[in-house]
């Protein structure tokens, strides 16, 4: 005898152990299985863009903070250099130097939130998560001796950083960079090659790398389609073009290739911060720039950083006055959840969560 | 203790008359049990959170009582005082139901297990059946708080759950018949005196099963689908709050420790030990500590398997094992005993000797056969910029 089945609707957020934030999934459930998906967002949306039109350009770095506020170094940076090229000017080459540093800490930083999230979702008990963290807590530590915040660093500034590094930084961040390689080694014992993250994640939600490109995804996402598509190769910024990297890229486009490319590019920035402590050179963090910058009427400029969820950019407009005339983000985040569809229909619902975990979207920056 | 029920009773009969002194020893017989169960599961509530910390590099609890030891019942009162939320749409009596149902089991459980030598509430002569008769009910209580509570996450928790505890009971009762065919009776007491080898030697394979299948029904990591926090918020107990909570989690706690009572019983030799007479209660409760430690251990370290890979496991890997070890142990058992049909110590060795092998062989063969085929990225020494990407891309963007 058939027995009468009906489809379910779920909503999965906002309020849902795994979602990331305030994400809401509308999910029609055949069984476990996805047929239908309807991502909904907003729930924290702080109109960061308008806000961003009522202050004056130093100001406006603040809030840059608070769009992925896991990585708020290089949001800095990516509103910075958009600045920068709004008023035609480059930072000394020690500010480059510690930006790339600050920046690569906190790719470091963010990709282990990724990676322990992820594995998180998958349903272990916050072991591997907490060792993420362990590294993680380092990290700000030592953002905090440079700028005396952890999280909403505001660390750069048009025309430079905001201080030089203490002198207590440096043997701190060699301190560091010793016991690194021990400790994310112990998460890579435990989880890289564990059999039961291979079966779970192996081949599940492929992302095609034509569908990849026309939804115009960027990050770990894209290069674990197979693109070794990445801005700090093709169009290095800050000191970008003096440091030795590469880029990792991966086939199948999986879940288990999203989560392997994060683990290859955090030991890629590690190597960039072992090459930038090795080239910078003593010399002045930041231009001697008015504290209210006045841009040209009509200047436009588009700043654009490799983020560690993908490509970050401002669009910088200035009408002459003291604050943009509009700022437009293009946040990696949001574009790569226009995949979300393609990705999620036809797998079940634990892959759903573990799938969201491997895109690693950030709603700060999603919602903006 | 039969010896503390009569005690009680000719107690009591100095006051009472006969049928209400047989009622008084037989309510503080069953007042010591179910403070037991609550007890040990408070006990490992607090080893788990100890230990779980420790696993993190945390601290764990260390606040309230010597090395946090008071925090389940600080946890336990807490619950006690919160509002008792019942869901507007919820099934009501079914719904109040459901914790009594949870934590019955449990306690009914840890009636047959021999705490020490003639130290068991009821000698009974079927108790590895009780076992498992009293445990399945489980699969009925999960499926109760599912339904009655009319959220869909519940329903998701409650329909893997029970799909997961069906399936997982066919190994673990084919495994058990080894431990019966051994023993030659069905009485805990009787499965505990004819260890003079632990199981866990005689027949590995039995042991494993009975591990995994235990891990399965009791919902613990890799097999924890019918709660999955990151998945289905808490799964079938997602609409249970104050202490219909608080009752629930004694139950699945108290579950662990009683299952690592029945474990130690069949597997590792129950209370047997130097001094069994005087230290018997010691040794169970050092081994029980030692399951349970390994169970808190597995939850710290694996990541959850997915609904059909669980059962994928229960079907093609844990049946067929439990059906070797069957058909070795009856092979054994059937060449090896005496005229009279019991089997010496010197017996148990030779089946120990075989049954190793046969267990490292036939897991390691069936594990190849179910194991998909995974491989891991490599990080490839080349890795640059392939040249099938549009070229670069010169500045910032113009400046107009």
Redesign the interface.
């Known amino acids: 005898m058939p027995i009468k089945t009906e489809p379910m609707t779920v909503n999965v957020g906002p309020q849902h152990p795994s979602t990331h934030g305030v994400f809401r999934l509308r999910i029609t459930f055949d069984g476990e299985e996805i047929v239908e998906v309807e991502p909904v967002f907003g729930y924290l949306h702080r109109g960061t863009e308008k806000l961003a039109e009522e202050r004056n350009y130093v100001q406006i770095v603040t809030l840059t903070d608070r769009l992925d506020y896991v990585s708020s170094m290089i949001n800095n940076q990516a509103y910075c250099l958009a600045v920068e090229k709004l008023l035609g000017v480059e930072p000394p080459p020690r500010a480059k130097y510690m930006r790339t540093l600050a920046a690569e800490l906190q790719r470091v930083a963010s990709h282990l939130m990724g990676i322990g999230f992820f594995l998180q979702d998958l349903g272990t008990l916050g072991t591997p998560l907490m060792y993420c963290f362990r590294i993680r807590e380092k990290i700000l530590d030592l953002f905090e001796m440079l700028c005396g915040a952890r999280i909403t660093v505001s660390y750069m500034r048009p025309g430079g950083v905001l201080d030089d590094a203490p002198v207590e930084f440096w043997p701190a961040l060699d301190a560091f960079l010793a016991e690194f390689p021990s400790e994310f080694g112990e998460i890579e014992q435990l989880v890289v090659e564990n059999e039961i993250v291979m079966i779970r994640t192996r081949g599940v939600s492929t992302l095609p790398i034509d569908v990849a490109v026309n939804g115009s995804v960027s990050g770990p996402v894209l290069r674990a389609s197979g693109l070794a598509w990445d801005w700090r190769k093709m169009d290095p910024y800050d000191a970008y073009a003096d440091v030795e990297f590469d880029v990792p890229v991966a086939a199948g486009g999986d879940n288990y290739d999203r989560f392997w490319v994060r683990i290859q590019e955090i030991h890629q920035s590690i190597r960039i911060v072992h090459q930038c402590v090795q080239q910078i050179e003593p010399g002045p963090v930041r231009l001697d720039l008015p504290l209210v910058l006045r841009p040209k009427p009509g200047a436009e400029a588009y700043g654009r950083v490799e983020a560690s969820k993908g490509e970050l950019g401002f669009y910088l407009v200035s009408d002459g006055g003291v604050s943009p005339y509009r700022c437009k983000i293009r946040s990696p985040s949001l574009i790569n959840l226009t995949v979300t569809e393609h990705l999620l229909v036809g797998w079940k619902l634990a892959d759903m969560i573990v799938t969201l975990g491997s895109m690693d979207i950030n709603m700060g920056e999603v919602d903006r | 203790m039969s010896g503390l029920y009569l005690v009680i009773y000719d107690a009591a009969g100095l006051l009472l008359p006969s049928w209400l002194s047989h009622l008084a020893a037989g309510l503080s017989i069953m007042m010591i049990l179910v403070n037991a169960v609550l007890m040990g599961a408070a006990v490992f509530v607090w080893m788990e959170r100890r230990l779980?910390g420790r696993?993190?590099?945390?601290i764990g609890p260390n606040r309230w009582g010597p090395f946090g030891m008071f925090q389940p019942f600080a946890d336990m009162l807490k619950l006690i005082f919160k509002e008792d939320l019942i869901p507007a749409n919820a099934d009501k009596p079914v719904f109040i139901l459901v914790p009594i149902a949870m934590l019955m089991p449990v306690i009914l459980m840890m009636a047959v297990v021999p705490f020490a030598q003639n130290t068991a509430l009821a000698n009974l002569n079927v108790g590895v059946l009780y076992v498992l008769a009293v445990t399945s009910v489980t699969t009925l209580a999960i499926f109760m708080a599912g339904w009655s509570s009319n959220n869909?996450?519940a329903m998701?928790g409650a329909a893997r759950g029970v799909a997961v505890l069906i399936s997982y009971e066919v190994p673990v009762v084919i495994s058990l018949l080894g431990v019966v065919l051994v023993t030659g009776s069905m009485s805990l007491a009787d499965v505990v005196s004819a260890q003079s080898v632990p199981f866990l030697l005689v027949q590995p394979l039995a042991f494993f099963v009975f591990f995994a299948g235990t891990s399965a029904e009791l919902n613990r990591?890799?097999f924890?689908?019918a709660e999955?926090?990151?998945?289905?918020?808490a799964g079938y107990h997602t609409e249970f709050s104050g202490v219909k909570f608080a009752l629930i989690q004694a139950a699945e706690f108290g579950g662990v420790a009683a299952s690592a009572a029945v474990i130690v019983t069949l597997f590792l030799g129950g209370w047997s030990g130097p001094a069994s007479a005087y230290l018997g209660w010691l040794w169970f409760l050092l081994k029980v500590g030692v399951v349970a430690f390994v169970f808190i251990w597995i939850?710290?370290?694996?990541?959850?398997?997915?609904?059909?890979?669980i059962m994928a496991l229960a079907w093609k890997f844990l049946l067929p094992l439990s059906l070797i070890n069957l058909f070795a142990i009856v092979l054994e058992v059937f060449f090896l005993r005496n005229a009279s049909g019991v089997l010496s110590t010197g017996d148990l060795w030779i089946m120990a000797a075989i049954n190793i092998f046969l267990a490292v062989s036939a897991i390691a063969l069936f594990g190849s056969m179910i194991?998909?085929k995974?491989t891991?990225?490599q990080?490839r020494p080349d890795?640059?910029?392939?040249d099938?990407?549009p070229a670069?891309?010169?500045?910032?963007?113009?400046?107009?």
């Open positions: 779980i696993f993190h590099n945390r869909r996450f998701f990591t890799p924890d689908v999955a926090e990151s998945e289905l918020v939850r710290a370290t694996y990541p959850r398997l997915r609904v059909d890979q194991r998909e995974v891991p990225n990080m890795m640059g910029l392939p099938t990407v670069p891309v010169s500045s910032l963007g113009e400046v107009r």
